[in-house]
Nanobody
Framework: QVQLVESGGGLVQAGGSLRLSCAAS????????MGWFRQEPGKEREFVAT????????DYADSAKGRFTISRDNAKNTVYLQMNSLKPEDTALYYC?????????????????WGQGTQVTVSS
């Protein structure tokens, strides 16, 4: 069982930056691939970024490439999402998730544990 708690969301102006953190419980964090997803009201959950269990590989949605960076610190049981050059269309509830699959996973169905989310609002 893995429990995930996101933090770092907030209100920021367009062009600004935020760093999201996701703290995980349990001693098996380093065996999970991790992902960030986002969801707007009335829309499906959308893939943002993913990182393998050891941080060796990452992948991003096209909307995040060049602006967002996913990273992890297995010693701290934490995964991060650095978001730069934020746009109003980045406004959403951001979730982190853990997958038992050790490879990169972009589908929400491949994730086993989810946090409660942290709200990111980007004003124009």
């Amino acid at each position: 069982q893995v429990q995930l708690v996101e933090s770092g969301g907030g209100l920021v102006q367009a062009g600004g930056s935020l760093r999201l953190s996701c703290a995980a419980s349990g001693r098996t964090f380093s065996t999970y691939s991790m992902g960030w997803f986002r969801q707007e009201p009335g829309k499906e959950r959308e893939f943002v970024a993913t990182i393998t269990y050891n941080g060796g590989s990452v992948d991003y949605a096209d909307s995040a490439k060049g602006r967002f960076t996913i990273s992890r610190d297995n010693a701290k049981n934490t995964v991060y999402l650095q978001m730069n050059s934020l746009k109003p269309e980045d406004t959403a509830l951001y979730y982190c998730a853990a997958s038992r699959w050790m490879s990169l996973q972009v589908s929400p169905e491949r994730y086993d544990y989810w946090g409660q989310g942290t709200q990111v609002t980007v004003s124009s």
